[in-house]
Nanobody, 119 residues
Framework: QVQFVESGGGLVQAGGSLRLSCAAS????????LAWYRQVPGKQRDLVAH???????SYPDSVKGRFTISRDNAKNMVYLQMNSLKPEDTAVYYC?????????????WGQGTQVTVSS
């Protein structure tokens, strides 16, 4: 079955960095476009990065220049390098499969990984 397992979150001071990892299974990884999302309690889940099957990335303005998404097709892994973190980046981060940044992801959500940025 489809499964996404996120890891790498933690507590970091503002201005710091974290690298999130996501292991995907149950999908044809090399042909799949993937994305990272984040959610704060009580708010909707927002996309923070998308990478096409060919490796083309896209980002919303809120994280552009600070976050970098990458993928390793040999390992079925997708990563999110987060630099210059801000307190407003605090959220639970999830990965999923999405054809484009505007398409709905699958219904298969992992447990997410908590990122907390202290001021």
């Amino acid at each position: 079955q489809v499964q996404f397992v996120e890891s790498g979150g933690g507590l970091v001071q503002a201005g710091g960095s974290l690298r999130l990892s996501c292991a995907a299974s149950g999908i044809t990884f090399r042909l799949s476009a993937l994305a990272w999302y984040r959610q704060v309690p009580g708010k909707q889940r927002d996309l923070v990065a998308h990478i096409g099957s060919g490796g083309t990335p896209s980002y919303p303005d809120s994280v552009k220049g600070r976050f970098t998404i990458s993928r390793d097709n040999a390992k079925n892994m997708v990563y999110l390098q987060m630099n210059s973190l801000k307190p407003e980046d605090t959220a639970v981060y999830y990965c999923n499969k999405a054809l484009t940044p505007w398409d709905l992801p699958t219904d298969y959500w992992g447990q997410g990984t908590q990122v907390t940025v202290s001021s």
